[in-house]
């Protein structure tokens, strides 16, 4: 693997090109599917690049959730009001850097772009899963998936569930369904897709991108196109990049993602003179939840402190385990409240008659877990959390002994991830130089492309399928009319 920007090629070195057509799209995940068959609603002459044998890229491997609000057909249908202002409020409060124009533009399209979504040919279901769990266990269409009803979010923007699955049961790569039907309308608008050929370098003619190099097995060729809109993934396969821009990566984590998500398409962008933003953002987890009882106990790092709140989506919690001292921290639960993670990637350390012998066994400070548990268990028992202000619902003493700990630090327990920083991009999805100005004739979409899913502890389940269908149409209708 490299961490190389691959060379440009010089328009008027070309002698023959294999292809003209207006909009070239390298890489058929959910951003490069949905640019290439809004480029040819458009109608634009669409030719797509696939490395793999197949289309489907990492969205393949997903669950299905896609974030969408402001009042959907699923929201109405289940009784949540839901404004593009509360969504946009929202947004805005999770992220980093906000990007008020991309956000804004997503929540009041994101009706719109729902019903897009099943005119390609099926339903999210009418129904809603109230629990706490990564992701529905059967076929609901909708469930909360990040951290709207937890504090500081919930005084910012008012809560309301967006996280719309496709209706296939659990975490079943449901995507997989929507790449199928956005291969369908590719097929019925004539978008050309070549499959085990890899875009190689940039065309440029004066600093405008005016086509691409190819290679599929021993053969090579360029493309001349008015457009390329690069859709080739994040970097989370890229041993050298992570360790560069995400070293909590790098460490011990399983990653999360498919073989091409290995940077070539940022650092294409990058040779054209595009910048990154968000390079050093991940998306890192490892829930303990479900089930939620386990999210009234404690969550201490090794000095015995709470740094999080503990109902807070399994991302955000990670996030912050990330930042404590050597990246450890403890989940502490009494008796009446412990019960084994549905799946086991958080793994229970022990169980003690005291929590003095807890703290010592832990390596915590003397007096320190004891002072912090006291604290929150006097509050608890009130249905108050001055700290860290949890929902009533997961405020429960952890008096009754014995106390367990699950362990929920890196190398402990089994954490996964994926990239979100990329390339800077328009609202359009055009490529932005350092300075703002944009580089004619190229576009990214989906997880090269750094939009509004670039703060890992603001992620929501849903995001990266969300923003990269929806950026991606823009890009590919913007590119067609361009």
Not at 248 to 267: M, Q, S
Not at 361 to 380: D, H, K, S
Not at 464 to 476: D, M, P, T, V, Y
């Amino acid at each position: 693997m490299s961490t190389e920007i691959p060379e440009t090629v010089n328009a008027a070195d070309v002698t023959s090109w294999s292809d003209e057509v207006d909009v070239l799209v390298i890489g058929f995940g959910i951003a490069g599917g949905c640019a290439a068959v809004s480029a040819a609603a458009a109608g634009a002459r669409v030719l797509v690049l696939e490395r793999a044998a197949a289309a489907g890229g990492t969205t393949s491997m997903a669950g299905g959730h896609f974030y969408l609000g402001g009042g959907t057909a699923v929201q109405q249908a289940t009784g949540h009001d839901d404004s593009p202002d509360e969504m946009y409020k929202y947004l805005v409060a999770v992220s980093r850097e906000p990007e008020h124009d991309k956000i804004r533009a997503y929540c009041d399209g994101s009706v719109e772009h729902f019903n897009w979504l099943e005119d390609l040919g099926f339903q999210f279901e009418r129904s809603y899963f109230p629990g706490k769990a990564v992701i529905q266990p059967n076929t609901e269409g909708l469930m909360f998936t990040g951290n709207e009803k937890v504090w500081p979010f919930k005084d910012q923007a008012v809560p309301a569930p967006r996280g719309h699955k496709v209706p296939v049961p659990g975490d079943t790569g449901g995507a997989g369904m929507v790449i199928d039907l956005l291969l369908k309308r590719a097929d019925e608008l004539g978008v050309q897709i070549r499959y085990e050929t890899g875009a190689t370098a940039l065309v440029l003619d004066n600093g405008a991108v005016v086509g691409a190099t190819w290679k599929r097995f021993n053969d090579t060729g360029a493309i001349r196109a008015k457009a390329v809109v690069i859709a080739a993934g994040g970097f989370v396969m890229n041993p050298e990049m992570v360790a560069e821009f995400t070293p909590k990566l790098a460490e011990k984590p399983f990653v999360l993602g498919n073989t091409y998500d290995d940077g070539l398409g940022i650092r294409l962008g990058e040779s054209a003179g595009g910048a990154t933003k968000h390079m050093d953002q991940v998306f890192i987890t490892a829930p303990a939840y479900p089930p939620s009882l386990l999210l009234t106990g404690i969550i201490v790092n090794k000095l015995g402190q709470r740094f999080v709140a503990e109902d807070s989506y399994h991302s955000r919690t990670s996030g912050f385990v990330m930042d404590q001292p050597d990246s450890a921290a403890f989940l502490i639960v009494d008796e009446e409240h412990l019960e084994r993670p549905e799946v086991p990637l958080v793994p229970l350390i022990d169980g003690w008659e005291a929590v003095e012998e807890m703290e010592a066994a832990l390596g915590i400070p003397e007096g320190n877990l004891v002072a912090t548990l006291n604290r929150y268990n006097e509050y608890a028992a009130r249905g108050e959390d001055p700290d860290f202000h949890k929902q009533p619902e997961f405020l429960a003493p952890q008096d009754k002994g014995p106390w367990g700990a699950f362990d929920l630090s890196l190398g402990k327990a089994i954490y996964a991830g994926f990239t979100v920083g990329g390339l800077a991009t328009s609202v359009d999805g055009q490529v932005l130089h350092e300075d703002g100005s944009v580089i004619p004739g190229l576009y990214a979409a989906g997880a090269c492309a750094s939009n509004i899913a670039q703060d890992g502890k603001g992620y929501a389940s849903g995001t990266q399928l969300g923003e990269g269908s929806f950026f991606g149409r823009r890009a590919g209708a913007h590119a067609a009319r361009a």
